[in-house]
């Protein structure tokens, strides 16, 4: 997050920013990418903007100021970039007094696809390529923000289209929310038919139904005291989890699933995260009052969980 409070006269151009991890992050990356396209011109630029502010994290700060003052060395022709096309100049300062950090973004994107046309192209493709990090949920940030006539249309046949990881999938149909998109968009998860509505999404774990949260919280309570970091991994997980299954016959399933059901999902989801973490076996039926009988439906959701976290599908 990036925001700044309004700039002083009697303090220069710079303002009084907060730059918090993510906002360090994206620009990270982004000063990465223009490197590796050898695009100085606009490396410098972003540089003489990010250079304006103060923040916290000193050590990046001195490395921007580092390759700022490097390429103005090996690219003399750039000096003249800083002062007649700057990224951000008084003008802005001016208009960005007490910002928000999307309205911020919204703006470095508007000003990005005037630079390259096919920016928002390549910021799509990006989702075709290995791993899913940190950096495809960067792209899906800029995605729900850029202005664009098509680009809601481009999502939605993006996802209906690509084979996709289904966390990624869940993100684009949390982008197209995001977007004002609404309706209903039809795709394929392994050998499952899925439809969903795009004004139902849930935009984050909070607002999922509280019967797809209650096997985790079975685990939180069982847990949480004896083995505090066995609790924690398994809510992340099951968080993961959800988003995945979002929209199937096994979303649905376990939206209407008793207690009994629940219990068989969180003896799964505490065996696999003690795999996981290496941990010692727990008598995880005794702990969740599970029978012998309901050994099947335990192994089962085992296979769901772990199948759906690395995208295939459990059936």
């Known amino acids: 997050m990036l ?10 151009n710079k303002a009084n920013v907060v730059l918090f991890p993510k906002t360090y992050d994206y620009y990270q990356l982004e000063l990465t ?8 011109k606009e490396a410098v630029q972003l540089l003489s903007f990010l250079l304006q502010f103060e923040g916290e994290h000193r050590e990046i700060r001195e490395e921007w100021d580092s390759l700022y003052h490097w390429l103005l060395q090996a690219f003399p022709d750039l000096k003249d970039v800083t002062e007649a096309s700057s990224i951000h100049t008084e003008q802005d300062e001016e208009e ?9 973004l919204k703006q470095q994107l508007a000003k990005k696809q005037l630079l390259d046309e096919a920016y928002i192209e390549r910021l799509l493709q990006s989702l075709k390529e290995p791993p899913i990090d940190e950096r495809k949920w960067m792209v899906l940030e ?10 809601t249309d481009d999502l939605v046949h993006f996802l209906e289209t690509e084979k996709l990881h289904p966390l990624l999938r869940f993100g684009l149909l949390t982008t197209l929310r995001k977007r004002g998109a609404e309706g209903t968009v039809t795709y394929w998860q392994g050998k499952e038919q899925i439809v969903v509505r795009l004004e139902e999404t849930p935009l984050d774990y909070t607002a999922f139904p509280s019967s797809l949260k209650a096997p985790a919280e079975l685990v939180y309570e069982a847990m949480s005291v004896r083995d505090p970091s066995l609790a924690y991994f398994a809510q992340e997980m099951w968080q993961q989890f959800v988003k995945a299954i979002y929209g199937s016959e096994l979303y649905v399933h376990m939206n209407e699933a008793d207690m009994q059901a ?20 727990e008598d995880v ?11 099947m439906e335990f192994e089962r959701a085992m296979l769901r969980i772990s199948s759906a976290m690395i995208g295939e599908s459990g059936d």
């Open 96 to 104: 960005e007094k007490d910002i928000s950090e999307p309205e911020l």
């Open 142 to 151: 800029q995605l729900a923000l850029a202005e664009s006539d098509t680009l």
């Open 3 to 12: 925001i700044i409070k309004g700039a002083n006269k009697n303090e220069g």
């Open 262 to 281: 629940t219990a068989v999902f969180a003896a799964a989801l505490h065996t696999l995260v003690s795999k996981m973490l290496q941990l010692e076996d």
């Open 33 to 40: 990418r223009l490197l590796e396209a050898e695009r100085y």
């Open 285 to 295: 039926f005794r702990i969740y009052g599970l029978t012998a009988d309901q050994r």
